[in-house]
């Protein structure tokens, strides 16, 4: 063979390799199913997580998690399921080995799931939270009412090339505490990436949907899932004129120092989310965004 007919064999098998790595299962830890679930628990992670935000309807919150409404996105509009104990529409059929896999993988049964669900922030939940939350969503009524679809056009209609977007931008794992600091920044750390996903909304996105790396809670003026969410970085913040006990007030009841009162997809959020935490988890972030520290 001439020399450009190898150059041109490397190529190509160069590429079939990286395509095909691409395409490769990513899995994290793997998680303990032995563990026994606590539905009580469960109920203030469904808070904790924004499930009740993002599940539900605005408009029909009789159909508690039952399906939101859409999330608009640059590449289609996203509609969060179902996810109540019914065995035709929600996930009342899923074992808690497919649940881990969706919440810790980014992987359900009909395949990849969309990065609009944060599965990138709720890998970091510990085994036991999420066998604690898939008892309490098992415990859940039953809703019948049919998932929409997505509006998603080609390609990213193709949920395999889903697997290349995880090679890229997602890395399953679990919260790992920061010895040097105190128990509860740690606490407020883990719930702004983790399970109350503060990162999701707050941090730019790359033109692939990926988190800039470097620039988490800086703000997201382009819009996301979650709509125009300002930054929540120590400088910003108290900029406007927030300490610890106004940022806990204002995840409380939505007024900011300003005497201002939060609406839009943040105000759903204090709604149904932050204003059903503990005052201490609340504290927590407010103490870990106002550090300075990310």
């Known amino acids: 063979m001439r020399l450009w007919q190898w150059i041109v064999l490397v190529v190509v098998a160069a590429g079939a390799g990286a395509g095909i790595y691409m395409l490769t299962p990513v899995s994290g830890p793997a998680r303990d199913l032995t563990l026994v679930g ?17 599940h539900t309807d605005p408009k029909n919150e009789t159909a508690q998690l039952a399906g939101g409404a859409g999330l608009p996105t640059p590449f289609g509009t996203f509609y969060p399921p179902n996810i109540t104990s019914s065995k035709t529409a929600g996930i009342g059929t899923w074992t808690l080995a497919q649940f881990s896999k969706a919440m810790s ?8 799931l969309y990065p609009a669900f944060p599965y990138d922030s709720y890998t970091l939940m510990s085994d036991q939270e999420i066998a604690d939350l898939h008892a309490a969503l098992m415990a859940f009524p039953a809703n019948d009412t049919p998932s929409k679809a997505h509006e998603v056009g080609f390609p990213f209609n193709i949920r395999l090339a889903m697997a290349g977007w995880k090679h890229l931008f997602f890395k399953p794992q679990r919260f790992v505490a920061d010895a040097s600091q105190s128990d509860e920044w740690n606490r407020g750390k883990y719930i702004v990436f983790g399970p109350g996903h503060c990162v999701t ?3 730019p996105r790359n033109p692939l949907g990926g988190v800039e790396a470097g620039k988490e809670l800086s703000g997201n003026l382009a819009g996301g899932p979650g709509g125009k969410a300002p930054s929540i970085r120590k400088a910003d913040l108290e900029a406007h004129q927030y300490t610890v006990d106004a940022l806990v007030q204002t995840l409380t009841d939505s007024f900011t120092p300003g005497f201002d009162n939060l609406g839009g997809a943040m105000g759903e959020v204090i709604e149904d989310e932050t204003s059903h935490w503990t005052d201490a988890d609340k504290r927590a972030v407010a103490v870990y965004l106002l550090s300075g520290v990310i």
């Open 105 to 112: 993988d980014g992987e359900g049964p009909q395949g990849h």
């Open 38 to 54: 606590d539905a009580a628990r469960g109920e203030y992670l469904i808070r904790l997580g924004g499930c009740v935000t993002c």
């Open 201 to 203: 909304c707050h941090s």
